[in-house]
């Protein structure tokens, strides 16, 4: 019977391990989503794994040779629990083929939703590091919060993807 799994792959090379799983006869998997990115040319949207370093596979470890996994090039090892591999339920793979779009991006602003008055973490641009309350969104791409600086609350206008929740 044929289940998803999760394999560990080396940093950066989520795609090089779909290509190699794939030419190996193994159906791979791998959730992309696009983020923004401030450069030296300002900001550009680029493609990337939704779960950095972990690519899904589709095994039936009883007919196929799945430890073959664990030495393709890019690769780290599947996932286990014990001497076996640790299966992934097909209700969560449905629910990210289901978010994702027609050209295979899954959209973060959709996942990610923040609540007035929740703690969030500004991780890009001139108020990176600093913490704020989340006030309310603005747009599709921008969100509103409240920063304390120089002593007063400040409402600031921040792309949706340079904040992040605090844990």
Request: charged share 25%; glycine share 8%; with cysteine.
């Given at each position: 019977m044929k289940r998803w799994y999760v394999a560990h792959t080396k940093a950066g090379a989520e795609r090089l391990a779909?290509?190699?799983?794939?030419?190996q006869?193994?159906?791979?998997?791998?959730?992309?989503?696009?983020?923004?990115?401030?450069?030296?040319?300002?900001?550009?949207?680029?493609?990337?794994?939704?779960?950095?370093?972990?690519?899904?596979v589709q095994l039936d470890l009883d007919n196929a040779p799945w430890r073959a996994v664990?030495?393709?090039?890019?690769?780290?090892?599947?996932?286990?629990?014990?001497?076996?591999?640790?299966?992934?339920?097909?209700?969560v793979i449905d629910e990210i083929r289901q978010r994702e779009r027609e050209d295979g991006i899954v959209p973060?602003?959709?996942?990610?939703?923040?609540?007035?008055?929740?703690?969030?973490e500004i991780t890009h641009g001139a108020f990176s590091d600093r913490t704020g309350i989340f006030k309310?969104?603005?747009?599709?791409e921008r969100v509103v919060v409240l920063l304390n600086l120089l002593g007063r609350d400040l409402s600031v206008a921040i792309e949706s993807d340079c904040v992040r929740k605090v844990a």
């Open positions: 779909e290509g190699n799983l794939e030419r006869g193994f159906r791979a998997y791998l959730p992309r989503a696009q983020m923004r990115r401030r450069n030296a040319r300002g900001l550009s949207t680029v493609t990337v794994p939704l779960f950095p370093r972990y690519i899904f664990n030495s393709t090039y890019g690769v780290s090892r599947l996932i286990s629990f014990g001497d076996r591999p640790a299966h992934v339920d097909d209700a973060l602003a959709d996942i990610v939703s923040f609540k007035p008055g929740e703690a969030v309310c969104r603005s747009d599709k």
